[in-house]
């Protein structure tokens, strides 16, 4: 990995591809460290510094878009067949950039179910899902690619304007519950700010390519749904179990709860050094409450 951990300055130059939740935090928090950011989007501007990609057109960026680029930031997840969007179009013209660092954000889908156990860095990824096949494909793509990548393994990403609140509020909200079901989950802030930190810090990139980003405390779907209750002051309605619901659930919807697992945040926040902003769920919808 070229000088992999070179601090971020005002001469840094971000790509970040896919402006969608993660990629328009990312993007407007790094423009007020002072660095540049373009990001991409398929259809209308979304930004003010975007530009047009998409995939599955023939639509490439210009190429003024790549001039001066150090960093690279890919918050696209693989297209319907499977292959990266990204290197798909664009590997050989991001190959011939000099690079500092690029980084890919990935899910912990990769890990499959374990039955509610720890997961880390070390296990062996056992996707269960296809997309989650998908992914880790499209990992092994950006490792082979020989490009300075790191890799992000996210498990739900949640925030202001994208929480258990909007669900509620749109009546999208299905109380279910299921014995011994935990998830993991992280805050948008929390995706941008360790991304931040370990470019920033010269020691504790070089020696990981692939950093889970979670929060502590893994926890049931239904004490989320109460807290979000409480703090509005509602009524949760009953929970349904999810033996009696299975059968109504949509496959996105039942693939949900094939999974159970706990992500570990110890390598980056142990051997790292990165401390939360939002150590667990309630911290971080007190934030997303204060924003509703
Ligand atoms: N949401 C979660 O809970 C979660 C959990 C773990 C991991 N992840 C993964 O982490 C990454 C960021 O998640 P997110 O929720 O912030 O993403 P998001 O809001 O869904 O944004 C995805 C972005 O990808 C762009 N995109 C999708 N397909 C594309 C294609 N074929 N060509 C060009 N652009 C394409 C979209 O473009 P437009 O803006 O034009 O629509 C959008 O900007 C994704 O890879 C996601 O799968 C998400």
Redesign the pocket.
């Known amino acids: 990995m070229k000088n992999p951990a070179s601090s971020l300055n005002n001469k840094s130059k971000f790509l970040i ?9 990312f993007a407007n928090t790094i423009r007020k460290l002072g660095c540049s950011a373009l ?5 209308e501007k ?1 930004d003010p510094e975007s530009f047009l ?4 057109s023939e639509i490439v960026p210009n190429k003024k878009i790549f001039d001066g680029v150090t960093h690279i930031l ?6 319907k067949n499977g292959n990266d ?2 290197l798909r179009k664009l590997k050989n013209k991001l190959k011939s950039l000099s690079l500092e660092w690029v980084g890919y ?5 990769v890990y499959g179910n374990t039955e509610g156990d720890w997961v880390s860095e070390s296990d062996q990824p056992n996707p269960f899902q296809k997309r989650s096949h998908k ?1 880790l494909n499209c990992e092994k793509e950006w490792i082979k690619s020989g490009l300075p990548v790191q890799i992000f ?6 925030g202001p304007g ?1 929480s258990t609140f909007e669900a509620i509020k749109n009546k999208k909200i299905r109380v279910i519950c299921k014995k011994n079901q935990v998830f993991s989950r ?1 805050h ?1 802030a929390d995706i941008t700010n360790a991304i931040i930190y370990l470019l920033q810090n010269r020691n504790s990139l070089k020696f990981y390519q692939v950093i889970n980003i979670a929060d502590d405390e893994p926890c049931s779907q239904i004490e989320v749904i109460q807290y979000c209750y409480d703090l509005l002051g509602l009524t949760m309605p009953k929970p349904i179990l999810f033996e009696d619901v299975r059968e109504k659930l949509s496959p996105i919807a039942q693939s949900f709860w094939m999974e159970n697992r706990r992500v570990s945040n110890s390598l980056l926040c142990e051997t790292l050094g990165y401390k939360l902003i939002y150590k667990n769920y309630k911290i971080g919808l007190r934030n997303c409450y204060s924003k509703f």
């Open positions: 591809f896919g402006c969608g939740f993660s990629g328009s935090y990001t991409s989007s398929r259809s979304k990609f998409d995939s599955e890919s918050c696209i997840p693989p297209d969007p990204v954000l990935s899910t912990t889908g992914r393994r996210l498990p739900g990403i949640y994208r992280i948008v």
